[in-house]
């Protein structure tokens, strides 16, 4: 927009804005006019004063016809018709009472035309009224409308205003160079641009590379865990083993630990004791309900049996104590508690045997049946 329609429209704001104020003074004019219903009011008043006259004048006329009909009765008491005319004649003068009635009559005709002009003039100076204000409201909405229209253009002719200085910025940096001198920037940017892709892909494959590492040193660190685990493992073991300081009892524990690998993790070894004194083993067993050995004829369904009987049992923890001879590692007795069935008769081969694989194989064997 150029400054000749600026200014244009900065006039069209100034006449509408006295326009505004030509409305302001129409609208105190209508105040006026509201002052001149009131007086209207008054009239009405007046007109209600005239009404209560006619009120009070119908009253003396009921009050004469009463008065009158007192006299018919009367009659009857009056002895000649001559009495009873010159009687009226003194208590009433009948051509006062019409004349003053038409009077009276014509006085309220009179107040009632007027009342009905009031009327008449109230209701037509309130249609004016009215019209007046629902024009000015009109005109009002249209002088609103106007200004919000034109200050729209006023923010779009300053957003216009920036454009152009933002395009003579512009124009003042690029107005001294040269077809040769752009293609030279533009050769410099797009070698720029060429320069940061390389460096992209470059952090791209740095960023593959350290991933891999990660990952690298997330499986060497499981590796750790598991080699930690197992050493400990060994060390509690050679631990263990050391503070038995006997080979029949290291021969024992060896026998229990080699029939207890043949089952699955729902039968461990959950502790072992060594009492110097009787030179015995006490084995506690954690026994799952539902598990099987490993050498079932399906191993897969049955560990998928197991593990599914198994979630909701209790374990059982059964306790075998066995007591060695301190010279020649025989099985001297064998004690086992909460087994939940009989094993007195393995107790008995596995003495006649002296085989502790063969007594821990069958006492679970028939522990784990006992406990489907």
Same mark, same amino acid.
């Given at each position: 927009?150029?400054?000749?329609?600026?200014?244009?429209?900065?006039?069209?704001?100034?006449?509408?804005?006295?326009?505004?104020?030509?409305?302001?003074?129409?609208?105190?004019? !209508?105040? %006026?006019?509201?002052?001149?219903?009131?007086?209207?009011?008054?009239?009405?008043?007046?007109?209600?004063?005239?009404?209560?006259?006619?009120?009070?004048?119908?009253?003396?006329?009921?009050?004469?016809?009463?008065?009158?009909?007192?006299?018919?009765?009367?009659?009857?008491?009056?002895?000649?018709?001559?009495?009873?005319?010159?009687?009226?004649?003194?208590?009433?003068?009948?051509?006062?009472?019409? %004349?003053?009635?038409?009077?009276?009559?014509?006085?309220?005709?009179?107040?009632?035309?007027?009342?009905?002009?009031?009327? !008449?003039?109230?209701? /037509?100076?309130?249609?004016?009224?009215?019209?007046?204000?629902?024009?000015?409201?009109?005109?009002?909405?249209?002088?609103?409308?106007?200004?919000?229209?034109?200050?729209?253009?006023?923010?779009?002719?300053?957003?216009?205003?920036?454009?152009?200085?933002?395009?003579?910025?512009?124009?003042?940096?690029?107005?001294?160079?040269?077809?040769?001198?752009?293609?030279?920037?533009?050769?410099?940017?797009?070698?720029?641009?060429?320069?940061?892709?390389?460096?992209?892909?470059?952090?791209?494959?740095?960023?593959?590379?350290?991933?891999?590492?990660?990952?690298?040193?997330? %499986?060497?660190?499981?590796?750790?865990?598991? /080699?930690?685990?197992?050493?400990?493992? /060994?060390?509690?073991?050679?631990?263990?083993?050391?503070?038995?300081?006997?080979?029949?009892?290291?021969?024992?524990?060896?026998?229990?630990?080699?029939?207890?690998?043949?089952? /699955?993790?729902?039968?461990?070894?959950?502790?072992?004791?060594?009492?110097?004194?009787?030179?015995?083993?006490?084995?506690?067993?954690?026994?799952?309900?539902?598990?099987?050995?490993?050498?079932?004829?399906?191993?897969?369904?049955?560990?998928?049996?197991?593990?599914?009987?198994?979630?909701?049992?209790?374990?059982?923890?059964?306790?075998?104590?066995?007591?060695?001879?301190?010279?020649?590692?025989?099985?001297?007795?064998?004690?086992?508690?909460?087994?939940?069935?009989?094993?007195?008769?393995?107790?008995?081969?596995?003495?006649?045997?002296?085989?502790?694989?063969?007594?821990?194989?069958?006492?679970?064997?028939?522990?784990?049946?006992?406990?489907?």
């Amino acid at each position: 927009m150029d400054p000749e329609s600026t200014k244009r429209s900065i006039e069209q704001c100034s006449v509408l804005t006295s326009e505004f104020q030509n409305s302001r003074l129409y609208i105190h004019g !209508l105040q %006026e006019e509201f002052l001149v219903e009131n007086e209207l009011a008054k009239l009405e008043a007046v007109s209600g004063g005239a009404a209560l006259a006619l009120t009070r004048i119908d009253g003396d006329l009921q009050y004469y016809k009463s008065h009158f009909d007192k006299l018919a009765i009367s009659y009857t008491e009056l002895a000649t018709k001559e009495r009873f005319l010159t009687f009226i004649a003194e208590e009433i003068p009948l051509n006062m009472t019409l %004349e003053s009635n038409q009077k009276m009559e014509a006085k309220a005709a009179i107040a009632r035309k007027q009342e009905e002009e009031i009327d !008449l003039a109230v209701v /037509q100076l309130q249609r004016e009224i009215t019209e007046t204000a629902e024009g000015a409201c009109r005109d009002y909405d249209e002088i609103h409308q106007g200004i919000l229209e034109l200050t729209k253009a006023l923010k779009h002719i300053q957003t216009m205003e920036r454009e152009l200085a933002e395009m003579r910025k512009m124009d003042e940096q690029y107005r001294g160079m040269t077809l040769e001198h752009s293609q030279e920037v533009l050769a410099a940017q797009t070698q720029q641009l060429h320069q940061l892709h390389q460096d992209l892909d470059e952090m791209t494959a740095e960023t593959e590379n350290l991933k891999w590492q990660e990952s690298q040193l997330k %499986e060497s660190n499981q590796k750790v865990v598991s /080699q930690r685990i197992q050493l400990e493992s /060994q060390a509690k073991e050679a631990f263990r083993m050391s503070a038995l300081r006997r080979p029949e009892i290291e021969y024992a524990y060896k026998e229990c630990l080699a029939a207890t690998k043949q089952y /699955q993790d729902g039968v461990g070894l959950a502790s072992i004791q060594y009492l110097t004194d009787s030179n015995s083993l006490i084995l506690e067993y954690r026994i799952l309900p539902g598990s099987g050995p490993v050498h079932t004829a399906n191993p897969g369904i049955s560990a998928q049996a197991a593990s599914s009987r198994t979630r909701t049992r209790k374990p059982v923890l059964m306790q075998i104590l066995i007591k060695i001879h301190p010279r020649s590692g025989r099985l001297l007795s064998v004690n086992i508690e909460n087994a939940g069935c009989d094993v007195k008769d393995i107790i008995q081969v596995a003495k006649a045997r002296n085989d502790i694989s063969f007594l821990v194989t069958e006492t679970l064997d028939r522990v784990m049946k006992a406990h489907p």
